[in-house]
């Protein structure tokens, strides 16, 4: 069955360390995103991609890096994580060609920075 | 500029009626995507339904429907004989070709509580 995949689904860091969140889509969607959600801001966007090699920034994209070595896999990158990045952390893929975009979420990956 | 707006913070009805939820857009766009999904309480988001803006009949899916309402800028979800299992985050989206036109903008959610 086609999904949306992320790992780990909880995570604890400690202020300064490196945080790697990793999404894997069965789709065959182009599209990817990575979005935080927060109480009181809905979802935001931190980084998108068009495809393998692709990534482009969100709305929020500061302290955040992003990896697309695939069409599958899509990675945020956390370098020096500071406790106001503890979130819910959501990725999606979606295909305009197919179905306007319509994106598709994985589980969320919840994190917590110390 | 591009904002989606829902006016209705949380609504609780009883099982079996009928709920309508709110939700209005601005875009420059003649051409453009609106979407609701559902946020359940285990955190999983869900795409429900899409209505795209150059068609004229509204979009149903199962017992969801929308409203749209296109000189108002209007798209109403409306869930038909609510269930326990409704009880929800819903949420509005919309995609126009403005811009950076892979970008989805939401609105900020309505709260639904479906009780028995």
């Known amino acids: 069955e086609a999904a949306v995949t992320q790992s780990p689904r909880n995570k604890v860091a400690v202020t300064g360390g490196k945080v790697t969140l990793s999404c894997n889509q069965t789709?065959?969607?182009?599209?990817m995103y990575w979005y935080r959600q927060d109480t009181g801001h809905g979802l935001r966007l931190i980084h998108y991609?068009?495809?393998?090699?692709?990534?482009e920034k969100g709305d929020i994209p500061d302290g955040y890096k992003a990896s697309r070595p695939s069409q599958e896999n899509f990675s945020l990158i956390l370098e020096l994580a500071t406790p106001s990045q503890t979130s819910v952390y959501f990725c999606a893929s979606g295909d305009r060609d197919n179905n306007q975009d319509t994106q598709y979420f994985g589980p969320g990956t919840r994190l917590l920075v110390l | 500029a591009q904002k989606v707006t829902q006016t209705q913070t949380s609504i609780s009805v009883m099982e079996k009626t009928t709920v309508t939820m709110d939700c209005v857009y601005e875009t420059r766009d003649s051409s453009y995507f609106l979407f609701w999904y559902k946020q359940t309480a285990s955190g999983e988001i869900v795409f429900l339904i899409r209505q795209d803006s150059y068609k004229k009949e509204n979009a149903t899916e199962g017992h969801y429907s929308l409203n749209f309402q296109k000189p108002k800028s209007s798209i109403g979800l409306i869930i038909t004989a609510t269930q326990i299992e409704d009880s929800a985050v819903y949420f509005c989206a919309m995609r126009d070709n403005v811009g950076d036109n892979s970008k989805l903008i939401w609105g900020l959610g309505t709260s639904l509580v479906v009780n028995p």
């Open positions: 991609s068009y495809g393998a090699g692709s990534t």
């Open positions: 789709n065959n969607h182009n599209n």
